[in-house]
DNA sequence: GGGAAACGTTGACGTTGGTTAAGAAATGAA
DNA sequence: TTCATTTCTTAACCAACGTCAACGTTTCCC
């Protein structure tokens, strides 16, 4: 791992969580994980902190070891509009932005103090180029990503708010954990005031 | 080019389309180009004829020749919801059923005459596993599909219906020619009432 | 601990989309 | 051509979300 100015330094322990993680999308031999850990950096970012601004093109992949995301919008009335929440032990990336190298729409934020790995997008791609077994890997990613970009605009697209909660309830329970009400309404799609009025609309029945 | 029992025959013209879209999307060498016509199947559909059903696994990908197809949902009172529009030259697959080889929730319907060439699950896979390039060509169908759908979600979610239609409006202006405003509507997340009330209101503006 | 900020709830009111129903217009098939 | 089907429009009514505003509660941070 690459040990640059700035990069606090990763234990045993978070290493191990990325090999993980990795192996849990594709199989990899042991030269290829050599590969990532070549160039996986390691950082800390404090609550409230922001890996990515709007207008900023996202350079790179990153994979949070510990601590809680959410990648958020501002929208015409200047409204932040979650779009995505990321937990640890998750990859983390705009991949809009990133595929096409483009400046974000979106901002991400920390809601929690967090370690992540850093992995540029000029070594990922060097690596697609160089291991058959990395292309593997970044197309199963590609399609890990479609898949639940898909379940999202299924619920968007077929359900009413009403029935949003009651899946979200159901498939994320973990959400109404980390999440406050107020950012969760935006993520469904509705106002706060909206959210408030729905659950208690639900408590009735 | 396999010419099976009930395949009808491709001409040279139809298989210069197909090889000029994958080349588009990605470089591919004479070997990886045979590899794909090795394995293509021709096929022709009529109009209203259904290419896969709710809850039949997607065994294919599709490369649409000449036609126009729809991909619908059933919702809970019964009402065909338009998920997608797949026009000419464009590649057609239920990526979701396709990955997880899981029943669809969808209909793929010809709403016009249509040629077009399977491609079989089996013989993807197996050019994944043989060929890099065709793992870079999956890589990138994946990542491509993924921005379709990011544009999808961000209407979906940034957009009342009246900013939602005149950015289609704006972007996909074919759409218009296509398609009738009644299946225009629901791909939009309306019904075909409110968009006719819509479109009266931004009349008078 | 105390003040500020963020969050949650409620009310009143306007707007808009859903629903139902009916009929006109366009399209398609026999 | 003619009949049936699909599509489009309009109307009336209702339910639900958005907006604005107020206020109580919780959380955060110094």
């Known amino acids: 791992m690459k040990q ?3 990069n606090t330094k990763a234990d045993e322990q978070a290493i191990n969580i990325i090999i993980a993680a990795v192996k849990s999308i594709a199989p990899m031999s042991g030269t290829d994980i050599e ?3 070549a160039i996986l950096q390691y ?3 404090k609550k409230h ?3 990515l601004k709007e207008g900023e093109v996202s350079r790179n992949v990153y994979f949070l070891v510990s601590g809680f995301f959410r990648m958020y919008y501002i929208d015409f009335d200047g409204n932040e ?3 995505r929440f990321t937990d640890q032990h998750n990859f983390l990336v ?3 932005s990133f595929l096409i190298q483009k400046p974000s729409h979106f901002y991400w934020e920390a809601m929690q103090d967090a370690e992540l790995f850093v992995l540029p997008y000029r070594d990922i791609q060097d690596a697609y180029a160089s291991s058959p077994a990395w292309n593997n890997f970044g197309r199963l990613m590609a ?3 479609y898949l639940q970009l898909n379940e999202r605009v ?3 697209l077929f359900m009413n708010p009403e029935e949003r909660y009651l899946h979200l309830l159901k498939t994320k329970p973990e959400l109404f954990e980390k999440v406050s009400q107020f950012h969760l309404s935006s993520y469904m799609g509705v106002k706060p005031e909206s959210l408030s009025r729905l659950r208690k609309r639900l408590l009735k029945k």
């Open 94 to 96: 705009d991949f809009q």
């Open 35 to 37: 590969l990532m850990l």
């Open 49 to 51: 902190q922001l890996l």
């Open 143 to 145: 399609e890990h990503v």
């Open 4 to 6: 640059r100015p700035g």
């Open 154 to 156: 299924e619920m968007l």
């Open 43 to 45: 950082k800390t970012v």
């Open 81 to 83: 509009i979650n779009y």
